[in-house]
């Protein structure tokens, strides 16, 4: 699960939606996500054109078509629940089904615009947006050190499940602490010698 | 509990982006002002950290996990408005670089975890802290304000998801907050385990260093608060509120009523065939408040059974 | 002329008062290249944080440390972090953006240079590394190789007058080694390394510094003081192989 949810973080399909300006991609997959929020039930049209407006980027982004399905699955179970819980309430307004419909394009969309976006890129646009400083640099640091964290953890986890004889769960909740506090230990030292490394190199 | 886009509409989007603008505007100018340079990098390492742990997988039964959501957890350990910034980060990249949570239900979601969670939880956390002294108490403390802050998180979000149309009232409060009455014990129980373990090895890691002087905290924290109960007033009163006649009689008179097919406040939905969802919502509710008590009654059970009395002496008391 | 580093009777605690550094003293003449040995908890690394700046916190300095002349005080600390270029031991704590370009245009950006300037500093800084060409990789994908050598051009894009290197051979392969070695040896700034790379010490230095439990030991030419075996082994090091053999791959023992 780590591999499939983080390696993709490093994963780039080069095509020619990777090579159009960050700028224009996020402009447009806001437009279409704010569209199809605001879009009301009967504008089947917008819907349509939405939809295949997606899926021509998506041929030409070159994703794996695997790929992408396994993330749009990833919300059926969201529908679902709401689709049980309001099978229940019959004066419920909306149906599910737009509600559905709804979520997978703009699902798509953020899928689309990530996996064809390099996120220094993304930061840059949020930069220029104005977005705080301060803002910036936790998600710079955040995304630079995120792969370096759960390698430390799935090293951390493994190393102690070597030595775990026991398969009582209190044991293994103790373990799973030991090595989440030791986790935000050692992320803690890393600020600090990251802070020194900023400082040595004239940040201010 | 991350809302994808679709599921709340323009309305409910627009009103919680405005809440969470502010708070988080406010955590980072906070957070601007109080934080020392050198925990500058310590915002980014603990987002990454919080991102990393939120995958580790603590077993529960037949199959299943728990996750450590960790808004309480960072915000004990870093203060409130670090919390803020720290979850808001979290979330982003979540949104934009793993589609969990929408692009315009970021704000919802900021709302949720980081304002209602992060700070909401830091007050209770706060609070016990106050009434219970020593480090048994912080566990308690942590422990306690976990569960609350899922909860609270929980029905705020089933309000949004009401207020949109999506889901009623009585059957999002009932699913949202029965299942995460119990997703917050795990919640609870882990922030607590993980905060002693780190107490115990860096007591300087969950001192007050990390916060800033007690009556600049009490005023940032009474803001949060503000922008909480604003929240809480806009999206789960109407609904909880017993008198909705009442309601929709001011509603009429404001001139919300004339919205286009819009109805702000939704009314109960008549006829006997909900009264089922009705009551499961009113049991939710009594159960909920029961609730409270009984965790915070586990919540100092656990302390007790993991702080020993040796290292009450070692640690010194909070103010 | 002035020690490119001159330290004098430096003393530093840790927060829970253990002593970590006991009255040391050494200098470093300009161009030389001098090898800093010790057990580990020496006490080499502190020392390192020493001639940046970065160390003590509270900067209420004693004038222990000069740079090239001058005395390092909390005002003029700007102007040596521009003159010590400092090689961290972890490549990933120094590797802090996302791509190799931004990280090594990070410490020019700083300077103040225009982005002409920087572009040029940054081709340079990679090219003097062996990385030219990797402008555009991103950090993470690097072999440990390849982040040492990326921390290098961080630091060379800055053009520093002394270079300090922590463990920069640690973990590396042995032709990983070799490359770095052949690297530092063409970089003409005075140099001060770290290591428990015996043979780098003996290939590429001049003199060597013993520290033990905070205090220096020993100083002299390395071939002597390497060679002093009871030295070596009664500080938790060892007299190394390549006095004994001339290495197949490098250059023959000494300067």
């Given at each position: 699960?780590?591999?499939?949810?983080?390696?993709?973080?490093?994963?780039?399909?080069?095509?020619?939606?990777a090579?159009?300006?960050?700028?224009?991609?996020?402009?447009?997959?806001?437009?279409?996500?704010?569209?199809?929020?605001?879009?009301?039930p009967w504008a089947?049209?917008?819907?349509?054109?939405?939809?295949?407006?997606?899926?021509?980027t998506?041929?030409l982004?070159?994703?794996p078509?695997?790929?992408?399905?396994k993330?749009?699955?990833?919300?059926?179970p969201?529908?679902?629940?709401?689709?049980l819980?309001?099978?229940?309430?019959?004066?419920?307004?909306?149906?599910?089904?737009l509600?559905?419909?709804?979520?997978?394009?703009?699902?798509?969309?953020?899928i689309?615009?990530?996996?064809?976006?390099?996120?220094?890129?993304?930061?840059?646009?949020?930069?220029?947006?104005?977005?705080?400083?301060?803002?910036?640099t936790?998600?710079?640091?955040?995304?630079?050190?995120?792969?370096?964290?759960?390698?430390?953890?799935?090293?951390?986890?493994?190393?102690?499940?070597?030595r775990?004889f026991?398969?009582?769960?209190?044991?293994?909740?103790?373990?799973?602490?030991t090595?989440?506090?030791?986790?935000?230990?050692?992320?803690s030292?890393?600020?600090?010698?990251?802070y020194?490394?900023?400082?040595a190199?004239?940040?201010? | 509990m991350?809302?994808?886009?679709?599921f709340?509409?323009?309305?409910?989007?627009?009103?919680?982006?405005?809440?969470?603008?502010?708070?988080?505007?406010?955590?980072?100018?906070?957070?601007r002002?109080?934080?020392p340079?050198?925990?500058?990098?310590?915002?980014?390492?603990?987002?990454?950290?919080?991102?990393?742990?939120?995958?580790?997988?603590?077993?529960?039964?037949?199959?299943?996990?728990?996750?450590?959501?960790?808004?309480?957890?960072?915000?004990?350990?870093?203060?409130?408005?670090?919390?803020?910034?720290?979850?808001?980060?979290?979330?982003?990249?979540q949104?934009?670089?793993?589609?969990?949570?929408?692009?315009?239900?970021?704000g919802?979601?900021?709302?949720?975890?980081?304002?209602?969670?992060?700070?909401?939880?830091?007050?209770?956390?706060?609070?016990?802290?106050?009434?219970?002294p020593?480090?048994?108490?912080?566990?308690?403390a942590?422990?306690?304000?976990?569960?609350?802050?899922t909860?609270?998180?929980?029905?705020?979000?089933?309000?949004?998801?009401?207020?949109?149309g999506?889901?009623?009232?009585?059957?999002?409060?009932?699913?949202?907050?029965?299942?995460?009455?119990v997703?917050g014990?795990g919640e609870?129980l882990?922030?607590?385990?993980?905060?002693?373990?780190?107490?115990?090895?860096?007591?300087?890691?969950?001192?007050?260093?990390?916060?800033?002087?007690?009556?600049?905290?009490?005023?940032?924290?009474?803001?949060?608060?503000?922008?909480?109960?604003?929240?809480?007033?806009?999206?789960?009163?109407p609904?909880?509120?017993?008198?909705?006649?009442?309601?929709?009689?001011?509603?009429a008179?404001?001139?919300?009523?004339?919205?286009?097919?819009?109805?702000?406040?939704?009314?109960?939905?008549?006829?006997y065939?909900?009264?089922?969802?009705?009551?499961?919502?009113g049991a939710?509710?009594?159960?909920?408040?029961?609730g409270t008590?009984?965790?915070f009654?586990?919540?100092?059970?656990l302390?007790r059974?993991?702080?020993r009395?040796?290292?009450?002496?070692?640690?010194?008391?909070?103010? | 002329?002035?020690?490119?580093?001159?330290?004098?009777?430096?003393?530093?605690?840790?927060?829970?008062?253990?002593?970590?550094?006991?009255?040391?003293?050494?200098?470093?003449?300009p161009?030389?290249?001098?090898?800093?040995?010790?057990?580990?908890?020496?006490?080499?690394s502190?020392?390192?944080?020493?001639?940046n700046?970065?160390?003590?916190?509270?900067?209420?300095?004693?004038g222990?440390?000069h740079?090239?002349?001058?005395?390092?005080?909390?005002?003029?600390?700007?102007?040596v972090?521009?003159?010590?270029?400092l090689?961290?031991q972890?490549?990933?704590d120094?590797?802090?953006?996302?791509?190799?370009?931004?990280?090594?245009?990070?410490?020019?950006?700083?300077l103040?240079?225009?982005?002409?300037?920087?572009?040029?500093?940054?081709?340079?800084?990679?090219?003097?590394?062996?990385?030219?060409?990797?402008?555009?990789?991103?950090?993470?994908?690097?072999?440990?190789?390849?982040?040492?050598?990326?921390?290098?051009?961080?630091?060379?894009?800055?053009?520093?007058?002394?270079?300090?290197?922590?463990e920069?051979?640690?973990?590396?392969?042995?032709?990983?080694?070799?490359e770095?070695?052949?690297l530092?040896?063409q970089i003409?700034?005075?140099?001060?390394?770290?290591?428990?790379?015996?043979?780098?010490?003996?290939?590429?230095?001049?003199?060597a510094?013993?520290?033990?439990?905070?205090a220096?030991?020993?100083?002299?030419p390395?071939?002597?003081?390497?060679?002093?075996?009871?030295?070596?082994?009664?500080?938790?090091?060892?007299?190394p192989?390549?006095?004994?053999?001339?290495?197949?791959?490098?250059?023959?023992?000494?300067?």
């Amino acid at each position: 699960m780590i591999d499939d949810w983080v390696g993709h973080l490093h994963r780039r399909w080069d095509s020619p939606v990777a090579r159009l300006p960050a700028t224009f991609k996020l402009g447009v997959g806001l437009v279409i996500i704010f569209g199809t929020v605001l879009a009301p039930p009967w504008a089947v049209g917008w819907f349509v054109s939405a939809a295949l407006l997606l899926l021509i980027t998506v041929a030409l982004s070159r994703i794996p078509p695997l790929f992408l399905l396994k993330r749009l699955a990833w919300l059926s179970p969201l529908i679902l629940g709401v689709a049980l819980v309001n099978a229940l309430q019959p004066a419920a307004r909306g149906s599910w089904m737009l509600v559905a419909a709804k979520s997978t394009i703009c699902l798509l969309t953020i899928i689309v615009v990530s996996n064809t976006t390099p996120f220094s890129r993304i930061l840059r646009v949020l930069k220029a947006a104005h977005v705080p400083g301060l803002l910036i640099t936790t998600l710079a640091l955040m995304h630079r050190y995120l792969f370096v964290l759960v390698e430390e953890a799935e090293r951390m986890r493994r190393a102690r499940a070597s030595r775990t004889f026991t398969h009582r769960r209190g044991a293994r909740w103790q373990t799973l602490s030991t090595v989440v506090s030791q986790l935000f230990v050692r992320a803690s030292e890393r600020a600090e010698r990251i802070y020194d490394a900023m400082c040595a190199r004239g940040w201010k | 509990m991350h809302i994808p886009d679709g599921f709340i509409d323009a309305k409910t989007a627009a009103a919680t982006a405005l809440l969470s603008a502010a708070g988080v505007g406010l955590a980072l100018r906070q957070a601007r002002r109080t934080l020392p340079p050198r925990r500058v990098p310590l915002l980014g390492l603990a987002a990454a950290f919080l991102f990393a742990t939120q995958m580790v997988n603590f077993p529960v039964a037949g199959g299943t996990s728990g996750h450590l959501v960790g808004g309480v957890l960072v915000a004990a350990l870093l203060g409130p408005s670090a919390a803020i910034v720290v979850l808001t980060a979290v979330l982003i990249v979540q949104c934009f670089l793993f589609a969990d949570g929408g692009v315009l239900a970021l704000g919802a979601n900021v709302f949720n975890m980081a304002i209602i969670g992060a700070a909401g939880g830091y007050a209770i956390y706060r609070l016990v802290c106050h009434w219970l002294p020593g480090t048994r108490g912080q566990v308690a403390a942590v422990a306690f304000a976990g569960w609350c802050s899922t909860l609270l998180a929980s029905i705020c979000c089933a309000g949004e998801l009401a207020w949109s149309g999506t889901v009623a009232w009585p059957a999002a409060f009932t699913a949202m907050a029965s299942v995460h009455m119990v997703i917050g014990i795990g919640e609870g129980l882990i922030s607590a385990l993980v905060f002693l373990a780190i107490r115990r090895m860096r007591p300087d890691l969950t001192g007050e260093i990390n916060a800033p002087a007690p009556t600049r905290q009490w005023g940032e924290l009474v803001c949060y608060g503000l922008l909480a109960a604003l929240g809480i007033t806009i999206f789960v009163a109407p609904f909880a509120c017993p008198w909705p006649d009442g309601l929709e009689s001011v509603a009429a008179r404001l001139g919300f009523e004339h919205q286009a097919g819009h109805r702000v406040v939704r009314a109960p939905a008549p006829g006997y065939q909900v009264a089922g969802v009705r009551w499961a919502a009113g049991a939710t509710a009594v159960a909920g408040a029961a609730g409270t008590l009984v965790v915070f009654g586990l919540a100092l059970l656990l302390a007790r059974s993991l702080v020993r009395e040796t290292e009450e002496d070692n640690h010194p008391t909070r103010p | 002329m002035n020690a490119a580093i001159q330290v004098a009777n430096l003393t530093y605690r840790y927060h829970d008062g253990t002593e970590a550094l006991r009255g040391v003293s050494f200098g470093v003449a300009p161009g030389e290249c001098v090898g800093l040995l010790g057990p580990n908890g020496s006490g080499k690394s502190t020392l390192l944080l020493h001639l940046n700046g970065l160390l003590p916190e509270k900067l209420g300095w004693n004038g222990a440390v000069h740079i090239l002349g001058q005395a390092l005080t909390p005002d003029n600390i700007d102007t040596v972090r521009k003159q010590v270029g400092l090689v961290f031991q972890d490549p990933d704590d120094q590797l802090f953006c996302p791509s190799v370009e931004e990280d090594v245009a990070f410490g020019p950006r700083q300077l103040g240079l225009s982005e002409a300037e920087v572009k040029v500093r940054v081709q340079k800084a990679l090219a003097e590394a062996g990385l030219a060409g990797f402008s555009h990789r991103a950090t993470h994908h690097l072999s440990h190789g390849e982040k040492r050598r990326a921390c290098l051009a961080g630091v060379l894009a800055c053009e520093p007058t002394v270079l300090v290197l922590d463990e920069p051979t640690s973990d590396l392969d042995p032709r990983g080694r070799r490359e770095f070695k052949a690297l530092l040896r063409q970089i003409s700034a005075t140099k001060l390394i770290a290591t428990h790379d015996l043979e780098l010490v003996v290939e590429l230095c001049s003199r060597a510094i013993v520290l033990d439990r905070g205090a220096v030991v020993a100083e002299g030419p390395v071939a002597e003081l390497l060679d002093n075996e009871e030295l070596m082994l009664a500080h938790g090091l060892e007299r190394p192989h390549i006095l004994r053999h001339r290495h197949p791959h490098g250059q023959e023992g000494g300067e």
